[in-house]
């Protein structure tokens, strides 16, 4: 009995000398390396958007849109604030996907990254230094971009190796002549396959350990919440290593004293008024920051109206482009099309117009209205459908390719003022339709005449 005891002991002192703690093997990423390496474009976006030359676009281009300052607001303030409240919402999206994530880690700092983020979001507080600096976050930017494109290069790979396999099965369960060959072909061809993916999983976020990565992503977001709040100065201490960019805090605010004019969460923005310190801050940033992108009773977002009045745009304009081409089951469509409101309006502003449409000044002028119309109209409705298309469930895993902000949409456009417009649209179309077909049946009846005077 003692003797077992000490070879136990033995045993024991082997496989675990003194003073060397035991390996523990560390969990791989593995297959969740596809649905990382899908978050990580998205971060990637968001972060470009904030660059300075994005930030001077938003203040100089997106936001003095003419269709925007038509139907949507003149106020710089708060557009800037609906630009920001998108940002952020789309951040704490992915932020959700991260910290779902994050439940599966051993190491319980990142466990509680949820807890974490919503305390730096809410009052500034990075006990563990999460966000990068400046520089750091275009390294990591650049190495992690290596790691997504070799992650979608093995995902082809292991669909190529699926298509090899199910080759070689087809094959040895065939009877042919030729099929010996054909088969030792395939199982060369499966064996490189299997060694490329055995490679790629090295290269790629497969084989790389998962805590680290699962962190990377959460620094990463808390970087880029750091930066939007620098950059649309939203006050509360930002860490001291990412430096403030001066340039774009000017063209977005140009003010004297830009930390000072911007209180984020507690409304639209006011140009040069000082705000006092919103200690209510420390509650609910993000559900506060939603409140922003809710859209007030006269838009076309609070209607639910936006998507539908952007594809009724988008028809009016081909009709107008090509009205010659216009049918009368095409009319009879695009009037089932109209909302009892546009339908009143529209009877009211042609009941004095009268039936006939001959004058081709009259319709010239019209043309030349109405393009001046959709000069302005037709992008907002182009990019209401942009950006439903990209946040639709087939395309939410993929990266957004266009960049459309919400304020550039019809999403917050005012009803009746987009309606008076649509109404408008509407009755040029009907004069120049009837004008075009006034013409063409006066062309083909001159046509008819000149036929019989030849034939008598």
């Known amino acids: 009995m003692g003797l077992e005891t000490w070879l136990i002991k033995v045993k024991k002192s082997i496989l675990n000398p003194k003073g060397i703690k035991p390996m523990i093997k560390k969990s791989k990423v593995g297959v969740l390396a596809f649905e990382i390496s899908s978050i990580i474009p998205k971060l990637n976006h968001m972060w470009l958007n904030l660059s300075d030359k994005n930030i001077t676009r938003l203040r100089n281009e997106s936001i003095r849109l003419e269709g925007v300052r038509r139907i949507v607001s003149t106020d710089d303030s708060f557009l800037l604030s609906l630009a920001c409240a998108e940002m952020v919402e789309n951040l704490e ?19 509680c990254f949820e807890t974490l983020f919503e305390g730096f979001a809410n009052t500034g507080r990075d006990p563990y230094c999460w966000a990068f600096g400046w520089k750091e976050m275009e390294a990591w930017i650049k190495k992690m971009e290596r790691y997504v494109a070799a992650t979608a290069t093995l995902h082809r790979e292991i669909d190529e190796l699926t298509v090899v396999e199910n080759s070689l099965k087809k094959y040895l369960q065939c009877d042919h002549h030729m099929k010996q060959q054909k088969i030792l072909d395939l199982e060369q061809k499966l064996h490189w396959q299997k060694q490329k993916i055995k490679y790629l999983k090295e290269k ?53 004293q830009p930390s000072n004019t911007f209180n984020f969460v507690s409304g639209p923005l006011i140009k040069g008024v000082k705000h006092e310190e919103n200690n209510d801050l420390s509650h609910g940033f993000f559900e506060k920051n939603s409140t922003i992108l809710k859209p007030s009773s006269t838009t076309l977002g609070a209607a639910a109206l936006a998507l539908h009045y952007a594809n009724l745009i988008i028809v009016t304009e081909k009709m107008i482009r090509s009205p010659q081409l216009v049918g009368v089951d095409a009319r009879d469509d695009l009037y089932f099309m109209l909302p009892n409101s546009i339908r009143s309006s529209l009877r009211r502003r042609l009941k004095g117009i009268g039936f006939t449409a001959s004058d081709p000044v009259l319709a ?12 302005w109209l037709s992008p907002l409705a182009h990019n209401m459908l942009k950006w439903q298309n990209e946040r639709s469930f087939e395309h939410q895993n993929l990266m957004p390719k266009t960049g459309v902000l919400l304020l550039q949409t019809l999403f917050f456009a005012d009803q009746e003022k987009t309606e008076a417009a649509i109404t408008e649209l509407l009755v040029g179309l009907n004069y120049i339709w009837r004008f075009d077909n006034a013409k063409a049946l006066l062309n083909c009846t001159n046509f008819k005449n000149l036929q019989q005077l030849h034939a008598s």
């Open 204 to 256: 790629s976020l497969w084989n790389k350990a998962f805590d680290p990565i699962t962190l990377l992503l959460a620094r990463l977001i808390f970087t880029i919440l750091s930066r939007i709040k620098l950059v649309f100065n939203i006050k509360y201490s930002y860490p001291p290593s990412l430096p403030r960019s001066l340039s774009a805090l000017a063209m977005v605010y140009p003010t004297d």
């Open 364 to 375: 010239g002028e019209w043309r030349e209205a109405l393009g001046k119309i959709l000069g």
């Open 93 to 111: 999206m992915v932020s959700k996907t991260v910290s779902r994530l994050s439940k599966r880690c051993e190491d319980s700092k990142i466990r």
